[in-house]
């Protein structure tokens, strides 16, 4: 039988979980909690999603029941949460101006490094800062800085290895040519180099080359995320409340469900 599959939207209006029972495509509204608050940041734990946190960019709430009841915890003001695909307890956060770790599903935190930006997907992921780049030592904690640079930095082991324009460690050397002027990064795909994110001239991936995507529109699309189970799957929101899907690494995009309000974070799992 397949397994149900979970996707939790935070929204203008608090957090809504969608549920896919039996993996048939009838995708379902199964709960609405939180409303009144906008939630910008969501993670559901990768084999226990009755496990999730959310957070509206001031506070962090911990569900233990599958997003029915939530409690506020202590932690970073988070405005984006990741999930890791190799350590399950694993989250990066980021509060708008640092990075954050936390190993024990978000109960407590380290500060990682100042960060512009950061995206993911799995344990592939991408930081930038605006002055200095920054490469991840292997004890998981300490950061150094490098020279001033402006093009994408990223990391396939969940930032054990880092890799940027002009420098590199290890043996993968492949090199991500220049971003689109004022591009923010939206997701990093798992395996093969997969960045997608948004810029003024539209939504831009990169997978050996930047191409612009079809289909999403740039002034409304405000998040994206993988399904840490299948690392070719994709999810969207926008600002209309409409949540979109893709099965092949961003390339094209279906509209799955609409009639939320403005969306601002999704969260992938799937019930074992």
């Known amino acids: 039988m397949a397994k149900a599959e979970l996707v939790l939207i935070g929204t203008d209006d608090g957090i809504v979980l969608l549920s896919n029972p039996g993996g048939i495509g009838r995708w379902l509204r199964s709960a609405h909690t939180l409303r009144g608050h906008t939630i910008v940041a969501t993670w559901a734990h990768p084999n226990n999603p009755t496990q999730m946190l959310c957070s509206d960019g001031a506070q962090l709430w911990r569900s233990a029941d599958g997003g029915q009841q939530w409690d506020q915890i202590d932690g970073p003001a988070c405005q984006r949460l990741i999930a890791s695909r190799s350590t399950s307890d694993r989250i990066w956060a980021h509060d708008g101006q640092y990075a954050y770790m936390s190993d024990d599903a978000g109960m407590t935190w380290q500060v990682l ?155 992938t799992a799937r019930l074992m």
Request: charged share 15%.
């Open 113 to 267: 490094a100042p960060a512009d930006a950061i995206a993911g997907g799995g344990d592939s992921l991408w930081y930038r800062h605006k002055t200095t780049g920054h490469l991840k030592k292997s004890d998981d904690v300490t950061w150094t800085e490098t020279p001033p640079w402006q093009q994408v930095l990223i990391s396939h082991d969940g930032q054990h290895i880092w890799h940027h324009h002009d420098h590199h460690l290890g043996t993968d050397q492949h090199i991500i040519n220049e971003t689109p002027s004022a591009f923010v990064p939206l997701l990093a795909c798992a395996g093969d180099v997969c960045v997608v994110g948004t810029a003024p001239s539209g939504i831009w991936r990169y997978a050996g080359a930047w191409q612009i995507i079809d289909g999403l529109s740039a002034q409304s699309i405000t998040v994206m995320t993988t399904t840490l189970y299948h690392p070719d799957r994709a999810w969207a929101g926008d600002t209309n409340g409409n949540v979109w899907y893709s099965s092949d690494r961003c390339v094209t995009w279906e509209l799955i469900r609409g009639g939320f309000t403005s969306i601002r974070a999704l969260a």
